[in-house]
Protein backbone atom coordinates (compact mmCIF):
# COMPACT_ATOMS: atom_id res chain seq x y z
CA UNK A 1 0.00 0.00 0.00
CA UNK A 2 1.39 3.28 -1.39
CA UNK A 3 1.47 6.01 1.84
CA UNK A 4 0.18 9.05 1.40
CA UNK A 5 3.72 11.05 0.46
CA UNK A 6 4.06 8.35 -2.20
CA UNK A 7 0.68 8.75 -3.76
CA UNK A 8 2.02 12.72 -3.79
CA UNK A 9 4.74 12.19 -5.55
CA UNK A 10 3.24 9.83 -7.78
CA UNK A 11 0.73 12.30 -8.79
CA UNK A 12 3.17 14.80 -9.22
CA UNK A 13 5.25 12.72 -11.87
CA UNK A 14 1.80 11.77 -13.83
CA UNK A 15 2.12 15.81 -14.18
CA UNK A 16 5.31 15.47 -14.89
CA UNK A 17 4.87 13.10 -17.60
CA UNK A 18 1.61 14.58 -18.78
CA UNK A 19 3.59 18.07 -19.36
CA UNK A 20 6.33 16.48 -21.02
CA UNK A 21 3.91 14.10 -23.67
CA UNK A 22 2.63 17.57 -24.53
CA UNK A 23 6.40 18.98 -25.43
CA UNK A 24 7.45 16.09 -26.90
CA UNK A 25 4.33 16.38 -29.54
CA UNK A 26 5.77 19.40 -30.14
CA UNK A 27 8.97 18.67 -30.28
CA UNK A 28 8.54 15.65 -32.24
CA UNK A 29 7.06 18.67 -34.15
CA UNK A 30 10.29 20.48 -33.85
CA UNK A 31 12.45 17.33 -34.53
CA UNK A 32 14.47 16.82 -31.34
CA UNK A 33 13.90 15.15 -27.85
CA UNK A 34 16.12 14.61 -24.35
CA UNK A 35 15.16 11.61 -22.31
CA UNK A 36 15.68 11.74 -18.17
CA UNK A 37 15.35 8.42 -16.24
CA UNK A 38 15.16 8.57 -12.82
CA UNK A 39 15.43 5.21 -10.70
CA UNK A 40 13.85 4.89 -7.42
CA UNK A 41 13.63 1.31 -5.98
CA UNK A 42 12.66 -0.94 -8.17
CA UNK A 43 10.69 1.69 -10.07
CA UNK A 44 12.37 3.79 -12.55
CA UNK A 45 10.66 6.80 -14.21
CA UNK A 46 12.03 7.97 -17.67
CA UNK A 47 11.18 11.98 -18.45
CA UNK A 48 11.17 12.67 -22.18
CA UNK A 49 12.25 16.61 -22.47
CA UNK A 50 12.17 18.77 -25.58
CA UNK A 51 15.89 20.22 -26.42
CA UNK A 52 15.49 24.00 -26.25
CA UNK A 53 16.44 25.12 -30.06
CA UNK A 54 13.79 27.73 -31.94
CA UNK A 55 11.24 25.88 -34.03
CA UNK A 56 7.99 27.58 -35.72
CA UNK A 57 5.06 27.84 -33.75
CA UNK A 58 2.22 25.42 -34.42
CA UNK A 59 -0.70 27.38 -32.58
CA UNK A 60 -3.48 25.38 -33.42
CA UNK A 61 -1.67 22.27 -32.38
CA UNK A 62 -0.18 23.82 -29.38
CA UNK A 63 -3.11 25.54 -27.95
CA UNK A 64 -5.13 22.64 -28.06
CA UNK A 65 -3.08 20.10 -26.65
CA UNK A 66 -2.00 21.45 -23.11
CA UNK A 67 -3.41 24.25 -21.34
CA UNK A 68 -0.19 24.96 -18.83
CA UNK A 69 1.70 25.72 -22.00
CA UNK A 70 -1.29 27.49 -23.27
CA UNK A 71 -0.67 30.69 -20.31
CA UNK A 72 1.88 32.41 -21.10
CA UNK A 73 3.11 31.87 -24.78
CA UNK A 74 -0.40 32.12 -25.80
CA UNK A 75 -0.13 35.74 -25.09
CA UNK A 76 3.26 36.15 -26.60
CA UNK A 77 2.22 35.05 -29.33
CA UNK A 78 -0.78 37.16 -29.85
CA UNK A 79 1.56 40.12 -29.23
CA UNK A 80 4.53 38.49 -31.22
CA UNK A 81 5.15 39.46 -35.10
CA UNK A 82 7.47 38.05 -36.01
CA UNK A 83 10.09 35.17 -35.93
CA UNK A 84 13.00 36.16 -34.43
CA UNK A 85 11.41 38.00 -31.46
CA UNK A 86 9.23 35.54 -31.30
CA UNK A 87 12.34 32.70 -31.05
CA UNK A 88 14.26 34.45 -28.52
CA UNK A 89 11.19 35.20 -26.49
CA UNK A 90 10.42 30.96 -27.09
CA UNK A 91 13.89 30.24 -26.66
CA UNK A 92 14.17 32.33 -23.25
CA UNK A 93 11.02 30.36 -22.40
CA UNK A 94 12.21 27.06 -23.01
CA UNK A 95 15.36 28.01 -21.46
CA UNK A 96 12.97 29.15 -18.53
CA UNK A 97 10.94 26.08 -18.60
CA UNK A 98 14.51 23.78 -19.06
CA UNK A 99 15.87 25.35 -16.05
CA UNK A 100 12.51 25.33 -13.90
CA UNK A 101 11.90 21.86 -14.91
CA UNK A 102 15.91 21.19 -14.02
CA UNK A 103 15.23 23.08 -10.28
CA UNK A 104 12.13 21.00 -10.61
CA UNK A 105 13.81 18.25 -11.40
CA UNK A 106 16.10 18.63 -8.86
CA UNK A 107 13.82 19.96 -5.92
CA UNK A 108 11.97 16.86 -6.90
CA UNK A 109 14.44 14.50 -7.12
CA UNK A 110 15.53 15.75 -3.78
CA UNK A 111 12.19 15.51 -2.32
CA UNK A 112 11.44 12.50 -3.46
CA UNK A 113 14.38 10.74 -1.98
CA UNK A 114 13.48 12.77 1.41
CA UNK A 115 10.23 11.38 1.27
CA UNK A 116 10.83 7.94 0.42
CA UNK A 117 13.46 7.32 2.69
CA UNK A 118 10.96 8.94 4.93
CA UNK A 119 7.90 6.74 3.69
CA UNK A 120 10.34 3.62 3.96
CA UNK A 121 11.52 4.31 7.29
CA UNK A 122 7.35 5.37 8.22
CA UNK A 123 6.22 2.10 6.34
CA UNK A 124 8.99 -0.25 7.87
CA UNK A 125 7.90 1.54 11.27
CA UNK A 126 3.86 0.75 10.71
CA UNK A 127 4.87 -2.54 9.56
CA UNK A 128 6.76 -2.99 12.65
CA UNK A 129 4.25 -0.97 14.67
CA UNK A 130 1.23 -2.95 13.07
CA UNK A 131 3.45 -6.53 13.29
CA UNK A 132 4.07 -5.48 16.59
CA UNK A 133 0.23 -4.84 17.31
CA UNK A 134 0.02 -7.90 16.09
CA UNK A 135 2.10 -9.59 17.82
CA UNK A 136 0.90 -8.26 21.14
CA UNK A 137 -2.84 -9.18 20.49
CA UNK A 138 -1.70 -12.50 19.20
CA UNK A 139 0.06 -12.40 22.61
CA UNK A 140 -2.98 -11.43 24.63
CA UNK A 141 -4.88 -14.12 22.44
CA UNK A 142 -2.29 -16.56 23.06
CA UNK A 143 -1.80 -15.84 26.81
CA UNK A 144 -6.12 -15.75 26.91
CA UNK A 145 -6.02 -19.05 25.09
CA UNK A 146 -3.11 -20.18 27.32
CA UNK A 147 -5.23 -19.19 30.33
CA UNK A 148 -8.52 -20.79 29.51
CA UNK A 149 -6.53 -23.78 28.26
CA UNK A 150 -4.69 -23.89 31.85
CA UNK A 151 -8.24 -23.87 32.92
CA UNK A 152 -9.34 -26.44 30.90
CA UNK A 153 -6.50 -28.18 32.01
CA UNK A 154 -6.61 -27.87 35.48
CA UNK A 155 -10.18 -28.92 35.52
CA UNK A 156 -9.70 -32.13 33.28
CA UNK A 157 -6.67 -32.31 35.95
CA UNK A 158 -9.33 -31.58 38.65
CA UNK A 159 -12.03 -34.12 37.32
CA UNK A 160 -9.22 -36.61 36.85
CA UNK A 161 -8.02 -36.33 40.33
CA UNK A 162 -11.74 -36.17 41.61
CA UNK A 163 -11.85 -39.28 39.59
CA UNK A 164 -8.72 -41.34 40.87
CA UNK A 165 -9.66 -40.26 44.06
CA UNK A 166 -13.01 -42.13 43.63
CA UNK A 167 -11.46 -44.60 41.75
CA UNK A 168 -9.05 -44.90 45.20
CA UNK A 169 -11.62 -44.81 47.01
CA UNK A 170 -13.54 -47.07 45.28
CA UNK A 171 -10.78 -49.39 45.25
CA UNK A 172 -10.32 -48.74 49.29
CA UNK A 173 -13.84 -49.83 49.95
CA UNK A 174 -13.62 -52.76 47.22
CA UNK A 175 -10.16 -54.04 49.29
CA UNK A 176 -12.10 -53.52 52.55
CA UNK A 177 -15.34 -55.63 51.22
CA UNK A 178 -13.04 -57.74 49.68
CA UNK A 179 -11.15 -57.93 53.40
CA UNK A 180 -14.56 -58.32 54.83
CA UNK A 181 -15.78 -60.62 52.87
CA UNK A 182 -12.90 -62.89 53.38
CA UNK A 183 -13.18 -62.41 57.10
CA UNK A 184 -16.36 -63.63 56.56
CA UNK A 185 -15.77 -66.67 54.64
CA UNK A 186 -13.47 -67.36 57.40
CA UNK A 187 -16.06 -66.55 59.94
CA UNK A 188 -18.36 -68.95 57.89
CA UNK A 189 -15.89 -71.36 57.66
CA UNK A 190 -15.49 -71.30 61.84
CA UNK A 191 -19.04 -71.09 62.21
CA UNK A 192 -19.34 -74.46 59.88
CA UNK A 193 -16.95 -76.16 61.65
CA UNK A 194 -18.62 -75.60 64.96
CA UNK A 195 -21.93 -76.34 63.55
CA UNK A 196 -20.36 -79.53 63.01
CA UNK A 197 -19.12 -79.37 66.20
CA UNK A 198 -22.68 -78.80 67.79
CA UNK A 199 -24.07 -81.12 65.71
CA UNK A 200 -22.65 -84.07 66.59
CA UNK A 201 -22.78 -82.51 70.49
CA UNK A 202 -26.48 -82.04 69.66
CA UNK A 203 -26.53 -85.52 68.58
CA UNK A 204 -24.91 -87.10 71.38
CA UNK A 205 -27.33 -85.37 74.13
CA UNK A 206 -30.02 -86.47 71.80
CA UNK A 207 -28.83 -89.70 72.44
CA UNK A 208 -28.21 -89.30 75.72
CA UNK A 209 -31.68 -87.67 76.19
CA UNK A 210 -33.21 -90.31 74.63
CA UNK A 211 -31.62 -92.47 77.16
CA UNK A 212 -32.44 -90.36 79.59
CA UNK A 213 -36.34 -89.69 78.67
CA UNK A 214 -36.68 -93.53 78.41
CA UNK A 215 -35.42 -94.07 81.93
CA UNK A 216 -37.68 -91.23 82.95
CA UNK A 217 -40.52 -92.74 80.98
CA UNK A 218 -39.89 -96.08 83.02
CA UNK A 219 -39.55 -93.63 86.10
CA UNK A 220 -42.64 -91.91 85.52
CA UNK A 221 -44.50 -95.35 84.99
CA UNK A 222 -43.33 -96.28 88.60
CA UNK A 223 -44.48 -92.50 89.94
CA UNK A 224 -48.00 -93.00 88.30
CA UNK A 225 -48.34 -96.14 90.17
CA UNK A 226 -47.16 -94.83 93.24
CA UNK A 227 -49.40 -92.22 92.42
CA UNK A 228 -52.58 -94.18 92.33
CA UNK A 229 -51.62 -95.96 95.47
CA UNK A 230 -51.44 -92.78 97.20
CA UNK A 231 -54.54 -91.52 95.99
CA UNK A 232 -56.00 -94.39 97.24
CA UNK A 233 -54.64 -94.10 100.61
CA UNK A 234 -55.20 -90.20 100.13
CA UNK A 235 -59.17 -91.02 99.34
CA UNK A 236 -58.95 -93.11 102.42
CA UNK A 237 -57.23 -90.79 104.65
CA UNK A 238 -60.27 -87.92 103.01
CA UNK A 239 -62.71 -90.26 104.60
CA UNK A 240 -61.51 -90.43 107.63
CA UNK A 241 -60.61 -87.18 107.80
CA UNK A 242 -64.24 -86.09 106.71
CA UNK A 243 -65.12 -88.89 110.05
CA UNK A 244 -62.90 -87.07 112.00
CA UNK A 245 -64.29 -83.42 110.96
CA UNK A 246 -68.01 -84.61 111.94
CA UNK A 247 -66.53 -86.18 115.17
CA UNK A 248 -65.16 -83.12 115.85
CA UNK A 249 -67.85 -80.95 115.22
CA UNK A 250 -69.74 -82.98 117.54
CA UNK A 251 -67.40 -82.53 119.70
CA UNK A 252 -67.59 -78.86 119.61
CA UNK A 253 -71.12 -79.11 120.30
CA UNK A 254 -70.10 -81.49 123.06
CA UNK A 255 -67.56 -78.87 124.32
CA UNK A 256 -70.17 -76.09 124.06
CA UNK A 257 -72.91 -77.72 126.67
CA UNK A 258 -69.37 -78.92 128.50
CA UNK A 259 -68.75 -75.47 128.83
CA UNK A 260 -72.42 -74.14 129.76
CA UNK A 261 -72.22 -77.07 132.42
CA UNK A 262 -68.63 -75.56 133.81
CA UNK A 263 -69.72 -71.83 133.59
CA UNK A 264 -73.24 -73.07 135.73
CA UNK A 265 -70.99 -75.00 138.25
CA UNK A 266 -68.63 -71.65 138.96
CA UNK A 267 -71.87 -70.04 139.50
CA UNK A 268 -73.50 -73.05 142.13
CA UNK A 269 -69.80 -72.91 143.68
CA UNK A 270 -70.37 -69.54 144.75
CA UNK A 271 -73.91 -69.68 145.93
CA UNK A 272 -73.06 -73.11 148.31
CA UNK A 273 -73.29 -76.24 148.47
CA UNK A 274 -77.16 -76.56 148.96
CA UNK A 275 -77.81 -75.85 145.18
CA UNK A 276 -75.42 -78.26 143.44
CA UNK A 277 -77.52 -80.93 142.81
CA UNK A 278 -79.66 -78.31 140.72
CA UNK A 279 -77.29 -77.80 138.46
CA UNK A 280 -76.57 -81.27 137.84
CA UNK A 281 -79.40 -81.44 135.33
CA UNK A 282 -81.26 -79.29 133.19
CA UNK A 283 -84.46 -77.62 135.07
CA UNK A 284 -87.01 -79.59 134.60
CA UNK A 285 -89.64 -76.22 136.42
CA UNK A 286 -89.99 -73.26 137.49
CA UNK A 287 -89.29 -74.85 141.26
CA UNK A 288 -86.11 -75.93 140.30
CA UNK A 289 -84.94 -72.48 138.68
CA UNK A 290 -86.44 -71.00 141.81
CA UNK A 291 -84.54 -73.03 143.94
CA UNK A 292 -81.11 -72.61 141.78
CA UNK A 293 -81.88 -68.66 142.97
CA UNK A 294 -83.91 -66.85 140.64
CA UNK A 295 -86.99 -64.78 142.52
CA UNK A 296 -88.26 -63.17 139.36
CA UNK A 297 -91.22 -64.11 137.43
CA UNK A 298 -91.00 -63.87 134.09
CA UNK A 299 -90.42 -66.73 131.03
CA UNK A 300 -87.59 -69.20 131.61
CA UNK A 301 -86.14 -72.58 129.81
CA UNK A 302 -87.26 -76.14 130.79
CA UNK A 303 -86.37 -79.37 129.62
CA UNK A 304 -88.90 -82.15 130.63
CA UNK A 305 -87.79 -85.45 130.52
CA UNK A 306 -88.80 -87.33 127.33
CA UNK A 307 -89.73 -84.04 125.91
CA UNK A 308 -87.33 -83.66 122.84
CA UNK A 309 -87.63 -79.60 122.61
CA UNK A 310 -86.90 -77.40 125.46
CA UNK A 311 -89.88 -75.20 126.39
CA UNK A 312 -90.34 -71.48 127.33
CA UNK A 313 -92.36 -71.65 130.16
CA UNK A 314 -93.83 -68.24 132.45
CA UNK A 315 -92.71 -69.09 136.07
CA UNK A 316 -94.26 -67.32 138.54
CA UNK A 317 -91.78 -66.91 141.52
CA UNK A 318 -93.90 -64.66 143.85
CA UNK A 319 -97.84 -66.41 144.38
CA UNK A 320 -97.91 -68.51 147.41
CA UNK A 321 -94.57 -69.22 147.74
CA UNK A 322 -93.46 -68.99 143.75
CA UNK A 323 -91.65 -71.43 142.08
CA UNK A 324 -94.95 -72.05 139.95
CA UNK A 325 -94.97 -73.11 136.07
CA UNK A 326 -97.81 -71.28 134.06
CA UNK A 327 -99.80 -74.28 131.84
CA UNK A 328 -102.47 -71.97 131.20
CA UNK A 329 -103.20 -67.93 131.07
CA UNK A 330 -106.35 -66.18 129.20
CA UNK A 331 -106.14 -62.55 130.37
CA UNK A 332 -107.39 -60.19 126.60
CA UNK A 333 -108.13 -62.79 124.24
CA UNK A 334 -105.40 -62.32 122.38
CA UNK A 335 -105.03 -65.74 121.64
CA UNK A 336 -107.69 -68.53 119.81
CA UNK A 337 -108.71 -71.06 121.47
CA UNK A 338 -111.18 -73.22 119.50
CA UNK A 339 -107.91 -75.58 118.55
CA UNK A 340 -107.75 -79.44 117.32
CA UNK A 341 -106.67 -82.44 120.04
CA UNK A 342 -103.13 -81.81 118.48
CA UNK A 343 -102.65 -77.81 119.27
CA UNK A 344 -103.96 -78.75 122.89
CA UNK A 345 -101.01 -81.68 123.00
CA UNK A 346 -98.66 -79.53 121.21
CA UNK A 347 -99.37 -76.66 123.41
CA UNK A 348 -99.94 -73.09 121.90
CA UNK A 349 -100.06 -69.26 122.44
CA UNK A 350 -97.28 -67.16 123.65
CA UNK A 351 -95.57 -68.21 127.31
CA UNK A 352 -95.59 -64.43 128.01
CA UNK A 353 -98.89 -63.66 127.28
CA UNK A 354 -102.68 -65.82 126.80
CA UNK A 355 -101.09 -69.98 126.20
CA UNK A 356 -101.41 -73.50 126.71
CA UNK A 357 -98.43 -75.56 127.88
CA UNK A 358 -99.75 -78.17 126.05
CA UNK A 359 -101.01 -82.28 127.42
CA UNK A 360 -98.11 -84.12 126.47
CA UNK A 361 -95.76 -81.42 128.10
CA UNK A 362 -97.72 -81.66 131.69
CA UNK A 363 -98.47 -84.78 131.31
CA UNK A 364 -94.74 -85.77 131.18
CA UNK A 365 -94.12 -83.15 134.25
CA UNK A 366 -96.43 -84.40 136.61
CA UNK A 367 -95.33 -88.25 135.55
CA UNK A 368 -91.96 -87.51 136.70
CA UNK A 369 -92.60 -85.76 140.47
CA UNK A 370 -95.53 -84.92 142.43
CA UNK A 371 -97.76 -81.96 141.81
CA UNK A 372 -99.75 -79.54 143.05
CA UNK A 373 -102.48 -77.59 140.54
CA UNK A 374 -103.02 -73.96 141.84
CA UNK A 375 -105.73 -72.10 139.54
CA UNK A 376 -106.00 -68.47 139.90
CA UNK A 377 -108.93 -66.52 138.53
CA UNK A 378 -110.65 -63.11 138.42
CA UNK A 379 -114.08 -61.22 136.99
CA UNK A 380 -114.77 -57.91 135.38
CA UNK A 381 -115.43 -56.42 139.11
CA UNK A 382 -111.46 -56.66 139.53
CA UNK A 383 -112.76 -59.82 142.49
CA UNK A 384 -110.36 -62.57 142.56
CA UNK A 385 -110.17 -66.20 143.36
CA UNK A 386 -107.87 -69.30 143.48
CA UNK A 387 -108.42 -73.00 143.56
CA UNK A 388 -105.94 -75.21 145.04
CA UNK A 389 -105.36 -79.06 144.60
CA UNK A 390 -102.66 -80.89 146.38
CA UNK A 391 -101.81 -83.26 143.80
CA UNK A 392 -102.09 -83.22 140.58
CA UNK A 393 -101.36 -85.45 137.55
CA UNK A 394 -102.28 -86.08 133.68
CA UNK A 395 -102.54 -89.11 131.91
CA UNK A 396 -100.82 -90.02 128.88
CA UNK A 397 -101.98 -89.54 125.37
CA UNK A 398 -103.61 -93.17 125.19
CA UNK A 399 -105.21 -92.57 128.40
CA UNK A 400 -106.97 -89.50 126.89
CA UNK A 401 -105.12 -87.42 129.37
CA UNK A 402 -107.17 -88.08 131.92
CA UNK A 403 -107.38 -85.75 135.29
CA UNK A 404 -106.26 -86.96 138.48
CA UNK A 405 -106.54 -84.22 141.62
CA UNK A 406 -106.79 -84.67 144.90
CA UNK A 407 -106.86 -81.73 148.18
CA UNK A 408 -108.87 -79.05 146.89
CA UNK A 409 -108.50 -76.26 148.86
CA UNK A 410 -108.95 -72.64 148.03
CA UNK A 411 -111.54 -68.93 147.65
CA UNK A 412 -113.36 -70.04 144.10
CA UNK A 413 -115.74 -72.33 146.11
CA UNK A 414 -116.58 -74.36 148.35
CA UNK A 415 -115.85 -77.18 145.87
CA UNK A 416 -114.03 -78.10 143.41
CA UNK A 417 -115.25 -76.93 139.91
CA UNK A 418 -113.47 -79.71 138.01
CA UNK A 419 -114.26 -83.35 138.23
CA UNK A 420 -111.49 -84.15 140.83
CA UNK A 421 -110.99 -88.12 139.09
CA UNK A 422 -111.06 -89.88 135.79
CA UNK A 423 -112.43 -87.11 133.12
CA UNK A 424 -110.96 -87.61 129.76
CA UNK A 425 -110.11 -84.02 127.63
CA UNK A 426 -111.98 -83.42 124.91
CA UNK A 427 -111.70 -81.17 121.98
CA UNK A 428 -113.86 -80.44 119.08
CA UNK A 429 -112.46 -83.54 117.04
CA UNK A 430 -112.08 -85.85 120.01
CA UNK A 431 -114.92 -86.57 121.88
CA UNK A 432 -114.04 -88.15 125.24
CA UNK A 433 -116.43 -86.86 127.38
CA UNK A 434 -119.44 -88.48 129.20
CA UNK A 435 -122.14 -86.84 127.35
CA UNK A 436 -124.11 -88.14 124.27
CA UNK A 437 -123.33 -84.96 122.92
CA UNK A 438 -120.50 -83.39 122.09
CA UNK A 439 -119.28 -81.10 125.10
CA UNK A 440 -116.10 -79.30 122.76
CA UNK A 441 -118.17 -78.55 120.38
CA UNK A 442 -121.11 -77.22 122.00
CA UNK A 443 -119.14 -74.94 124.68
CA UNK A 444 -115.89 -74.60 122.84
CA UNK A 445 -112.22 -75.08 123.14
CA UNK A 446 -110.58 -77.77 124.92
CA UNK A 447 -111.18 -79.02 128.74
CA UNK A 448 -112.21 -82.28 130.60
CA UNK A 449 -115.37 -82.26 130.34
CA UNK A 450 -118.06 -84.40 132.37
CA UNK A 451 -120.97 -84.61 131.09
CA UNK A 452 -120.51 -81.12 130.44
CA UNK A 453 -118.77 -80.08 133.79
CA UNK A 454 -118.92 -77.36 135.88
CA UNK A 455 -116.13 -75.32 134.29
CA UNK A 456 -114.55 -74.55 131.07
CA UNK A 457 -111.06 -72.24 131.42
CA UNK A 458 -110.47 -72.92 127.76
CA UNK A 459 -113.99 -71.05 126.49
CA UNK A 460 -114.66 -68.35 123.92
CA UNK A 461 -112.42 -64.88 125.61
CA UNK A 462 -115.80 -62.21 126.37
CA UNK A 463 -114.84 -58.80 125.98
CA UNK A 464 -115.97 -56.77 129.08
CA UNK A 465 -120.30 -56.33 129.54
CA UNK A 466 -120.13 -59.13 126.96
CA UNK A 467 -118.85 -61.52 129.59
CA UNK A 468 -122.98 -62.55 131.42
CA UNK A 469 -124.87 -65.44 129.81
CA UNK A 470 -122.51 -67.13 128.09
CA UNK A 471 -122.39 -71.00 128.41
CA UNK A 472 -119.23 -71.35 125.64
CA UNK A 473 -117.27 -68.71 127.41
CA UNK A 474 -115.18 -68.95 130.60
CA UNK A 475 -116.52 -70.68 133.01
CA UNK A 476 -115.89 -71.54 136.78
CA UNK A 477 -119.02 -72.22 138.28
CA UNK A 478 -118.30 -71.84 141.92
CA UNK A 479 -116.76 -68.35 141.61
CA UNK A 480 -119.33 -66.93 139.26
CA UNK A 481 -121.77 -68.94 138.28
CA UNK A 482 -122.47 -70.84 135.08
CA UNK A 483 -123.05 -68.67 132.42
CA UNK A 484 -120.47 -65.97 133.61
CA UNK A 485 -117.34 -65.87 131.52
CA UNK A 486 -114.20 -64.50 133.49
CA UNK A 487 -111.68 -61.88 132.66
CA UNK A 488 -108.65 -63.82 133.42
CA UNK A 489 -107.21 -67.10 134.82
CA UNK A 490 -104.19 -68.62 135.22
CA UNK A 491 -103.52 -72.65 135.81
CA UNK A 492 -100.12 -73.46 137.15
CA UNK A 493 -98.65 -76.17 138.45
CA UNK A 494 -95.80 -76.72 141.79
CA UNK A 495 -95.48 -77.14 145.40
CA UNK A 496 -97.56 -75.80 148.09
CA UNK A 497 -95.71 -74.68 151.15
CA UNK A 498 -96.31 -73.52 154.33
CA UNK A 499 -95.64 -70.11 154.69
CA UNK A 500 -92.16 -70.65 156.54
CA UNK A 501 -90.77 -71.84 153.43
CA UNK A 502 -90.38 -68.21 152.18
CA UNK A 503 -88.07 -67.21 154.51
CA UNK A 504 -86.17 -70.52 154.34
CA UNK A 505 -85.15 -69.01 149.80
CA UNK A 506 -84.62 -65.48 151.64
CA UNK A 507 -81.77 -67.09 152.92
CA UNK A 508 -79.79 -67.94 149.98
CA UNK A 509 -77.35 -65.83 147.97
CA UNK A 510 -78.68 -65.61 144.21
CA UNK A 511 -77.98 -64.05 141.66
CA UNK A 512 -79.20 -61.54 139.19
CA UNK A 513 -82.10 -62.64 137.13
CA UNK A 514 -81.41 -61.41 133.79
CA UNK A 515 -77.78 -63.28 134.05
CA UNK A 516 -79.60 -66.50 134.96
CA UNK A 517 -82.07 -65.82 132.32
CA UNK A 518 -79.32 -65.86 129.64
CA UNK A 519 -78.10 -68.93 131.11
CA UNK A 520 -81.40 -71.06 130.54
CA UNK A 521 -82.68 -69.65 127.33
CA UNK A 522 -78.92 -71.05 125.80
C1 LIG B 1 1.45 4.33 9.60
O1 LIG B 1 0.49 3.86 10.60
C2 LIG B 1 -0.27 4.91 11.11
C3 LIG B 1 -1.09 4.26 12.15
O2 LIG B 1 -0.59 3.14 12.60
C4 LIG B 1 -1.00 5.59 9.98
O3 LIG B 1 -1.77 6.62 10.53
C5 LIG B 1 -0.12 6.10 8.90
O4 LIG B 1 -0.79 6.61 7.80
C6 LIG B 1 0.77 5.00 8.39
N1 LIG B 1 1.69 5.46 7.43
C7 LIG B 1 1.99 4.82 6.31
C8 LIG B 1 3.02 5.47 5.33
O5 LIG B 1 1.43 3.75 6.05
C1 LIG C 1 12.15 33.45 -16.85
O1 LIG C 1 11.20 33.15 -15.83
C2 LIG C 1 11.30 33.98 -14.77
C3 LIG C 1 10.26 33.49 -13.81
O2 LIG C 1 9.97 32.32 -13.74
C4 LIG C 1 10.97 35.29 -15.29
O3 LIG C 1 11.04 36.17 -14.28
C5 LIG C 1 11.96 35.70 -16.40
O4 LIG C 1 11.65 36.95 -17.00
C6 LIG C 1 11.97 34.80 -17.52
N1 LIG C 1 12.98 34.99 -18.54
C7 LIG C 1 12.67 34.99 -19.76
C8 LIG C 1 13.76 35.27 -20.73
O5 LIG C 1 11.56 34.77 -20.18
C1 LIG D 1 -11.95 -29.28 41.97
O1 LIG D 1 -12.91 -28.28 41.79
C2 LIG D 1 -13.81 -28.08 42.87
C3 LIG D 1 -14.77 -26.98 42.45
O2 LIG D 1 -15.27 -27.18 41.22
C4 LIG D 1 -12.98 -27.68 44.06
O3 LIG D 1 -13.86 -27.53 45.18
C5 LIG D 1 -11.96 -28.73 44.36
O4 LIG D 1 -11.17 -28.34 45.46
C6 LIG D 1 -11.10 -28.98 43.21
N1 LIG D 1 -10.21 -30.09 43.46
C7 LIG D 1 -8.92 -30.01 43.25
C8 LIG D 1 -8.19 -31.26 43.56
O5 LIG D 1 -8.41 -29.01 42.82
C1 LIG E 1 -65.95 -90.76 115.97
O1 LIG E 1 -66.26 -90.83 117.36
C2 LIG E 1 -66.84 -92.03 117.78
C3 LIG E 1 -67.13 -91.89 119.23
O2 LIG E 1 -67.67 -90.63 119.50
C4 LIG E 1 -65.90 -93.18 117.49
O3 LIG E 1 -66.51 -94.38 117.83
C5 LIG E 1 -65.54 -93.21 116.06
O4 LIG E 1 -64.56 -94.19 115.80
C6 LIG E 1 -64.98 -91.87 115.66
N1 LIG E 1 -64.71 -91.89 114.28
C7 LIG E 1 -63.49 -91.61 113.80
C8 LIG E 1 -63.37 -91.65 112.36
O5 LIG E 1 -62.58 -91.29 114.55
C1 LIG F 1 -89.75 -91.58 129.74
O1 LIG F 1 -88.40 -91.88 129.91
C2 LIG F 1 -88.08 -92.95 130.79
C3 LIG F 1 -86.60 -93.01 130.90
O2 LIG F 1 -86.07 -91.81 131.25
C4 LIG F 1 -88.76 -94.22 130.30
O3 LIG F 1 -88.52 -95.29 131.14
C5 LIG F 1 -90.21 -94.00 130.08
O4 LIG F 1 -90.84 -95.11 129.53
C6 LIG F 1 -90.47 -92.79 129.22
N1 LIG F 1 -91.87 -92.52 129.15
C7 LIG F 1 -92.49 -92.27 128.03
C8 LIG F 1 -93.95 -91.98 128.13
O5 LIG F 1 -91.94 -92.28 126.99
C1 LIG G 1 -102.88 -59.41 125.22
O1 LIG G 1 -101.83 -59.50 126.14
C2 LIG G 1 -100.56 -59.74 125.60
C3 LIG G 1 -99.53 -59.91 126.68
O2 LIG G 1 -99.84 -59.13 127.79
C4 LIG G 1 -100.23 -58.63 124.67
O3 LIG G 1 -99.02 -58.89 124.06
C5 LIG G 1 -101.30 -58.48 123.63
O4 LIG G 1 -101.07 -57.38 122.82
C6 LIG G 1 -102.65 -58.30 124.26
N1 LIG G 1 -103.66 -58.32 123.24
C7 LIG G 1 -104.77 -57.55 123.28
C8 LIG G 1 -105.69 -57.69 122.13
O5 LIG G 1 -104.97 -56.81 124.22
C1 LIG H 1 -111.57 -92.32 129.85
O1 LIG H 1 -111.02 -93.09 128.80
C2 LIG H 1 -110.72 -94.45 129.17
C3 LIG H 1 -110.03 -95.06 127.97
O2 LIG H 1 -108.78 -94.53 127.75
C4 LIG H 1 -111.97 -95.13 129.58
O3 LIG H 1 -111.68 -96.47 129.94
C5 LIG H 1 -112.64 -94.42 130.70
O4 LIG H 1 -113.81 -95.00 131.03
C6 LIG H 1 -112.88 -92.98 130.35
N1 LIG H 1 -113.39 -92.27 131.52
C7 LIG H 1 -114.58 -91.75 131.56
C8 LIG H 1 -114.97 -91.08 132.81
O5 LIG H 1 -115.34 -91.89 130.64
C1 LIG I 1 -85.00 -61.33 144.53
O1 LIG I 1 -83.66 -61.31 144.96
C2 LIG I 1 -83.04 -60.04 145.03
C3 LIG I 1 -81.62 -60.22 145.43
O2 LIG I 1 -80.96 -61.12 144.60
C4 LIG I 1 -83.83 -59.20 146.03
O3 LIG I 1 -83.27 -57.90 146.02
C5 LIG I 1 -85.25 -59.14 145.59
O4 LIG I 1 -86.02 -58.41 146.50
C6 LIG I 1 -85.84 -60.52 145.47
N1 LIG I 1 -87.17 -60.45 144.98
C7 LIG I 1 -88.13 -61.24 145.44
C8 LIG I 1 -89.45 -61.02 144.86
O5 LIG I 1 -87.94 -62.06 146.30
CA1 LIG J 1 -119.59 -87.08 124.07
Not at 163 to 185: A, D, P, R, V, Y
Not at 186 to 205: F, I, M
Not at 297 to 311: D, F, K, L, M, Q
Not at 351 to 373: C, D, F, I, K, M
Request: aromatic content about 6%; proline content about 3%.
Amino acid sequence: MPSPPAMLLGGLLLIVASTTVAQRRGQEAAGRRRAHRVQHGQCSYTFVLPEPEPCPPEPEAFGGSNSLQRDSPAATLNLGDWPSQRMRQLEKMLENNTQWLQKLERYIQMNLRLELAQAQQHMVQNQTATMLELGTSLLTQTTAQTRKLTDVEAQVLNQTSRMEIQLLETSLSTNKLEKQLLLQGHELHRLQGHNSALETRVQALETQQQAELASLRGEKERLRRLLGRQSGALAGLERTLRAASSNSSLLQRQQHQLLESVQRLVRVMAQGPASMRAADQLFQDCAEIQRFGANASGIYTIHVANVTEPRKVFCDMEASGGGWTLIQRRENGSVNFQRNWKDYKQGFGNPAGEHWLGNEVVHQLTSRATYSLRVELQDWEGNEAYAQYEHFQLGSEAQLYRLSLSGYSGSAGRQSSLVLQGTNFSTRDADNDNCLCKCAQMLSGGWWFDACGLSNLNGIYYPARHHVRKLNGIRWHYFQGPSYSLRTTRMMVGELRPREAKTHSEERVLDPNDLLQSVFTL
